[in-house]
């Protein structure tokens, strides 16, 4: 087995590279969002559970049109691609509904503020 070339080896060291990073950085959640559990089951709605501006609350509440949910991988996800039930921190729009999801992994959920 021959050993790689120069430019091979610096393309493949900076192809991996930002990969690595961003896995190790962690993500800006806003300090203000929500921590609450989360179920995806219906277009354009969700099922909420837990504290909301100091209230327990379980409701179905509207995506905003431009909500935007993100992965544990910080990936920006389609509402129609994602399901199940999620422990997520979240923000509202002026409108009380649903703008910014960040679906939390173990780690993040663990290492979260208390519910407001």
């Not at 493949?12 to 896995?23: D, E, H, M, R």
């Not at 959640?29 to 327990?56: C, H, R, S, T, W």
């Not at 993100?70 to 509402?79: C, G, K, S």
């Amino acid at each position: 087995m021959r050993p790689l070339s120069l430019p091979a080896l610096l393309f493949l060291v900076l192809g991996v590279l930002p990969g690595l990073v961003s896995a190790a950085l962690p993500r800006n959640i806003p300090e203000a969002a929500f921590l609450v559990k989360m179920a995806f089951a219906q277009p354009g709605k969700v099922q909420v559970k837990g504290k909301v501006n100091g209230k327990d609350v379980e409701a179905v509440l509207l995506l905003s049109p431009g909500a935007q949910i993100r992965d544990v991988h910080n990936r920006i996800v389609l509402p129609s691609h994602i399901g199940g039930e999620y422990i997520v921190r979240m923000l509202l729009d002026n409108n009380g509904q649903v703008h910014r999801v960040w679906v939390l992994t173990p780690q993040e959920v663990a290492a979260s503020a208390p519910t407001r």
